[in-house]
């Protein structure tokens, strides 16, 4: 993974969050926007949204105990 400077990164993730932004407005049913810290508040129904979004189904009850994700 390449490691970038502080001014790097945040030229990329501006950059990065600039293009997201154009492409969901072009095509808003293809993208999903999702913020970490909604993930780590209820990781389970934020997955769930994720799930029914690309429409899959999803079976977290082996994985996710509470809001503990434990990959077997």
Known sequence: MERRSLLKASIYFGV???A???LWRDAPDRYRLLRYEDFVTAPRSVADEIAAFVGEPLDLDGVLAGRTLEPG
């Open 16 to 18: 990065s969050n600039v």
């Open 20 to 22: 997201s932004e154009h």
